[in-house]
DNA sequence: CGACGCGTTGATATGGCTCAAGAGTGGTGG
DNA sequence: CCACCACTCTTGAGCCATATCAACGCGTCG
């Protein structure tokens, strides 16, 4: 559910007409602060984010955290293992996210069709995750906030003008814990983007992609 | 895949006697240095770990690794997205692997209790990488180490008198890559720990746990 | 208007990295 | 059986990227 370059299957969130035999999908909304799960939980459900945008993290008892996730539409959470959540999770804007009950997902019965969708969403899950470790492990703070915008710009990026352009609905601490960084880091190393005029920053909160090639080029360690 | 405490499923190896209509389950060896697929490889097999160790590695452009798992038996390995191979695989040690078709996974057809196996084995992987997530972003050196050793000697130790033993195939760079450190790193923090008398070393690849509450204190944080 | 939360910036500290030199360790061939 | 070589591991010294501590600006809300 880390946010990927590859497209999900697009939700199918309206209500198919009103035929007996055809179960409406059910959904919740969540608004912002307010917790979906907690670590710990019976893990009952699954969720699909409609629209909205969630945050996964994990804490240490003294308080260090991590954000595992930022859940974009399209993407699933709430996977369970050992029928337990392992992650808190809760919202960043109010989310809409389509509800499936845990036993469609780890039965035969129920809609295959579903079924075969959760299943290739926990494997883009893996694979997505996978980028994460490289990124926490290995990658230095600009590159990190370099593939973080770049991954974020093609999921969710929006044209603006010549440019393209990104909400970031998660405070600095947010991206700082995603990223295994300190708020001030993620901070000057905004600014450093800034200076060198690859990126603009409009709002606190509305990125500019000033020079993509450029951001991809330090996000993949291609420059030197 | 990461080394969880939960334990898998046992494997059934032995093949059911000659039935004609009961399928032989296919398996394949594989060779310490051997690659059993390369990152962006069509995946159209899954493996499950009979015997042995293998290692799941991501390598940037320039050199950096990351080791994203080590695969000990009961894991499962080379999960697809988009049809491909995510990371690379080689073995440790000399491997045997039970292999299963790919389509088995994705598709409705084949042994529901096989599919079902699979599915929790993802499952199980996206919990142990979220631990994973935790490790690499928010902890110091010897948290890193204790938290490896721990899980590595719940899942893989073996009794030695009052203490525990723990068999390590893999070299520092390979934990150090694993941990996101460097192979110095690591070593000084053997050093470390076996000052402490918290582990003994036993011929460099084997450490005996000589207080495990105490690493596990160090592991979790808990220690001040 | 004041207080609080968030973001930025500055000064300083430090954990882990880099560079460098030895010390095991295991394999190979004479 | 030993000598040599290649490779891994350990240890040391110094440095650097990021953390830490601190101050301040800005916007929002009561």
Redesign the pocket.
């Known amino acids: 559910m880390y946010v990927t370059a590859a497209m999900p299957a697009p939700l199918a969130l309206k209500t198919p007409s009103a035929k007996p035999n055809i179960v409406r999908q059910r959904t919740v909304t969540i608004k912002p602060g307010k917790h979906l799960f907690l670590e710990g939980d019976p893990a009952d459900r699954i969720f699909e984010v409609a629209s909205g945008v969630l945050r996964l993290t994990r804490i240490m008892e003294d308080g260090r955290r991590q954000v595992i996730a930022f859940g974009y539409p399209g993407d699933t959470v709430g996977f369970p293992s050992d029928g337990r959540y392992h992650t808190d999770c809760d919202a960043l804007v109010p989310s809409t996210l389509v509800v499936h009950r845990r036993d469609q997902l780890e039965s035969a019965k129920g809609d295959p069709a579903l079924h075969l969708r959760l299943l290739q969403a926990a494997l883009r899950e893996i694979s997505g995750m996978q980028d994460h470790f490289m990124m926490l492990g290995r ?6 906030l370099a593939s973080f915008l770049r991954v974020l710009t093609d999921r969710v990026g929006e044209p603006l003008g010549d440019f393209d352009q990104v909400t ?1 609905p ?7 814990d995603f ?13 450093q983007l ?2 060198a005029k690859i990126i603009a ?1 409009d ?3 509305t990125v500019i992609i000033l020079k993509p090639i450029a951001l991809r080029a330090i996000a993949e360690g291609d420059d030197d």
Chains 1, 2 share one sequence.
């Open positions: 990658k230095s703070s600009v590159e990190k970031l998660m405070t600095r601490a947010d991206i700082a990223l295994g960084l300190t708020t001030e880091t993620v901070s000057r190393t905004f600014t800034r200076k920053i709002h606190v909160n």
